[in-house]
C-alpha cells in the first residue's frame, strides 16, 4: 500500500499554479500603482513580446529566488542561473544556499540534487509536459495563450505586467496564477507564481545576456 | 540442557526494556520536563535542505518548521522551485492539514508524517521513567500514546527513539548541533524503508 503511495514520487510537480480575486484586491493595494492596459497596449505588448521571443535563440541570466509562506519571518532566498536554448532546453542551477540543479531536455526532467542525479520521462504526463511548455514560454515571455489562461494587463512604473491564471483545473490547484513583469524591450524581469494559499515564489532575474553561444556542456545532465 | 538455557537468555534479553539492553540503569526521576529546544524558538525560521528515501525512491525539497506559540508548529515541505507539497499545523497533540498535493493526498502517509513530526518538535514532555550511563541519560515518554525515549549525551539532546514491541521503530538523530539548532537531523524507520535526512540552510 505504502510503497505504491510513493511510486509516483519521483514526479516533481514543480510549477503547478491557482487564481483568486484577493489578489487583485492586494496588489490595486500595493504603493506601486498599476493601472489596467487598454487593448491597444495589450496587443502591442504581446507582438513586442513575441518578437523578442521570436529572435531569442539562447538565454543566460542570474536569477535570485524568494519563497514567501506567510508564517515565516523572512522570505527563503535561493540563487543560481538560468540557461535556455530555443527551441525547449531550460536549464536552472540552484548555487545558493544549495545545489541544485533541474534541467527540461528531450521530453525529460533531469534533476541533479547536490550529485544524486535522477530523471523522468514527462511524455507521458499531462500536467508536466504542460509545466515543461509553461516554464519555457515563461523565459521567452511569450505565453499569451487565451485559451489555456484568463489573461490580464498592467502598466507598472516602466514596466508591464502580466496576470495569466491557468483555465485547466488541475493545473489551477498547483499554481493559481503567473505574474510576468516585462521590461521596455519585452524580456521577462520577474515572474512571480502564486499558489491557491496565496503564498508565491518570486524569481528576479539579472545580468541576462541574450544569444550568446552556449556551449552543450551547459546542458548536460 | 545447554541450549535451553542460552534459548531463556535469549528469551530474557529479548523481552528486555530498551534501557536495560543498552546497559542504562534506572534512577530517579527529574523533576524537570523533558525539553526539546531544537524548534523552540518563535523568532527563528527553521529551514532545511531535505532528503527523502522511500524504498527505491529519492527526492528532495525544502523543509520549513516555524514555532507558532506555545505547543504550536507549522510545518510546510516545497519544492526548491518553491511549489508546496504539504503545510501542516500542530498544535499539541491537535494536527491540521491546511494543504497537500492531491497526489500526496493519502491517510497512511499522513499519518506518518504526523507521527513523526509531532516528535520532532514536541518542544516538552513528562518523564514516566529516567535512566542513566555514564554521562548519558535515557528519559521514558509517551507521544501521542506510543512510547519514546529521549538520550540526552552531555546533557544535549542526541536522539529520540520510538519503541514498539521493546525495538526501535523510529530513530530521531539530531548532530552538529549549534546554538540549539540541530544543523543536521535523520529520521530512520526501521520496520519499512524510509529516512528524512535534513541538513540546515544557513541564511
Known amino acids: ?221 | 540442557m545447554r541450549f535451553f538455557l542460552i534459548s531463556l537468555v535469549f528469551l530474557l534479553v529479548g523481552c528486555a526494556s530498551y534501557p536495560k539492553k543498552n546497559g542504562f540503569v534506572r534512577v530517579e526521576d527529574s523533576d524537570r520536563p523533558i525539553q526539546n529546544p531544537y524548534f523552540s524558538d518563535t523568532l527563528v525560521d527553521y529551514i532545511y535542505k531535505a532528503k527523502i528515501d522511500v524504498f527505491d525512491k529519492s527526492f528532495g525539497g525544502i523543509l520549513v518548521l516555524k514555532k507558532l506559540g506555545p505547543a504550536s508548529h507549522r510545518i510546510a515541505f516545497t519544492t526548491e522551485m518553491g511549489n508546496t507539497l504539504f503545510d501542516f499545523s500542530f498544535l499539541n497533540d491537535g494536527f491540521k492539514v491546511n494543504r497537500i498535493l492531491k497526489e500526496l493526498d493519502r491517510k497512511i502517509l499522513i499519518n506518518i508524517l504526523r507521527k513523526d513530526f509531532t516528535a520532532l518538535i514536541r518542544e516538552q514532555n513528562s518523564i514516566l521513567e529516567q535512566y542513566q550511563k555514564e554521562s548519558e541519560s535515557l528519559k521514558k515518554a509517551t507521544i501521542l500514546g506510543k512510547e519514546h525515549y529521549y538520550l540526552y549525551q552531555n546533557n544535549r539532546l542526541a536522539q529520540i527513539v520510538r519503541i514498539g514491541k521493546g525495538t526501535p521503530k523510529v530513530v530521531f538523530l539530531f548532530f552538529e548541533i549549534n546554538d540549539n539548532i540541530a544543523q543536521q537531523i535523520k529520521i530512520t524507520h526501521y520496520n519499512f524503508k524510509l529516512t528524512i535526512a535534513l541538513k540546515a540552510i544557513i541564511d
Open chain 1, 1 to 221: 500500500m505504502l510503497k505504491r503511495i510513493f511510486s509516483f514520487l519521483p514526479i516533481r510537480p514543480e510549477g503547478i499554479l491557482t487564481f483568486n480575486l484577493l489578489c487583485y484586491l492586494f496588489f490595486s493595494g500595493t504603493a506601486f500603482a498599476q493601472v489596467k492596459m487598454s487593448t491597444a497596449e495589450a496587443t502591442a505588448l504581446r507582438t513586442k513580446v513575441k518578437a523578442q521571443a521570436k529572435i531569442t535563440t539562447t538565454v543566460s541570466s542570474d536569477f535570485t529566488q524568494y519563497k514567501h509562506l506567510d508564517f515565516l519571518s523572512n522570505d527563503i532566498e535561493s540563487k543560481g542561473t538560468l540557461a535556455f536554448k530555443a527551441p525547449d532546453i531550460v536549464k536552472w542551477e540552484y548555487t545558493t544556499p544549495f545545489s541544485y540543479a533541474v534541467l527540461f531536455k528531450d521530453e525529460k526532467l533531469f534533476i541533479n540534487d547536490n550529485g544524486a542525479k535522477s530523471d523522468m520521462d514527462l511524455g507521458s504526463n499531462k500536467v508536466f509536459k504542460q509545466l515543461n511548455q509553461l516554464i519555457t514560454a515563461s523565459i521567452r515571455g511569450d505565453m499569451f495563450d487565451d485559451t489555456a489562461f484568463e489573461i490580464n494587463y498592467f502598466i507598472k512604473e516602466d514596466n508591464s505586467l502580466v496576470h495569466f491564471m491557468p483555465k485547466d483545473e488541475q493545473f489551477a490547484t498547483f499554481i493559481k496564477a503567473f505574474h510576468i513583469s516585462f521590461n521596455a524591450v519585452g524580456e521577462v524581469e520577474e515572474v512571480k507564481m502564486i499558489e491557491p494559499s496565496d503564498d508565491y515564489t518570486q524569481i528576479i532575474f539579472s545580468n541576462r545576456t541574450l544569444n550568446q553561444p552556449l556551449p552543450d556542456a551547459v546542458f548536460s545532465h
